[in-house]
């Protein structure tokens, strides 16, 4: 009987008053987001081109080098090229030696016409015949400076700055004139996503957008949304700055904002889980009470770490956020 008498208390006295802080419920506006895959592109791939047909004989970039503009990327030589100025300089060399000639005979006529022996036919043939041959080795000279020009073309430069792409040619490939030597991407990059069309109503522009990737989560803003569209999806752009280019064509995660609707969140440390439940302590005019609740998604806020209430709460119910004991459940 004694024994009894000592446990008929502690009965009674375990559902103790809680002692917290309480919080008017009252509904915040929240922003649904919509999860899709972005792909980073480039603005702008600039390839860079050969201007003349040979053979590579120097490659100085590989996938993903990053190169300035201006900078040798390949060298491309013509054989041809060559025999064609070794031609020219032997014709060079022949038409000096005629030249050499004709300006002494134009100079030995010049005395005899001073003679009296030579007449001024004569000496204007020889004249003629020197202007001619110096006429002659300036055009050689200038097919000579023309097939250097052309030789040089055959360093290939890049068009600007920027990541390179792709190199679809390798040491001694032939290449025809026109032909690229290496896709370079400028301009920095961007996010291109293809929304379902159903969305698209929803979609506007300098909208802010959550990107999840490699680098962590980064905002960027919607900029274009392409009035095109094709196989039942809208087509947007948004631009990221500072985004890494390291990777052009891959998918990341992005987020965007759908719609707003009202929503209750209350503190997560207002939460109290029992027996795979969820409960959240009310106080009533009764006294404190255990609501049963469907917690939804937790955020973080500047007062701290929150969770939407689905069901259970109603806006002006007062909760206690740091419940300290047990209290009757409703």
Sequence with gaps: MKLGLIVLPLIFLSPLQVVGETLNLTPTTTTEWKAVYGRIEARDRVPARVRIGGTVVALNVTEGDVVSEGE?????????????????EARKGAQAAQLANAETELARGEQ????GVSTVQRLDGLRTQVEVLKG????????IELIRQTQDEGRVLAPAGGRVLDV????GAVVMPGEPVALISVGGIFLRLAV????????????EIRIEGVAGVQSGRLIKVYPLIENGRVIADVDVQGAPDRFVDARVLVRLPMQEREALFVPVSALISNSGLDFVQVETDAGPTL????????SKTDQGEVVEILTGLSAGDRIV???VAGAGHE
């Design 72 to 88: 040798l990327i390949a060298t491309v030589i013509d054989d041809k090229l060559t025999f064609q100025l070794s031609a020219l």
């Design 112 to 115: 005899l016409l001073k003679q």
């Design 136 to 143: 002659q080795i300036a055009s050689i000279e200038a097919e």
């Design 168 to 171: 679809p040619v390798s040491t």
């Design 196 to 207: 379902p069309e159903r969305h698209a109503a929803m979609l506007q522009e300098g909208a």
């Design 291 to 298: 609501r049963s609740v469907v917690p939804g998604q937790r």
């Design 321 to 323: 956020t740091d419940p």
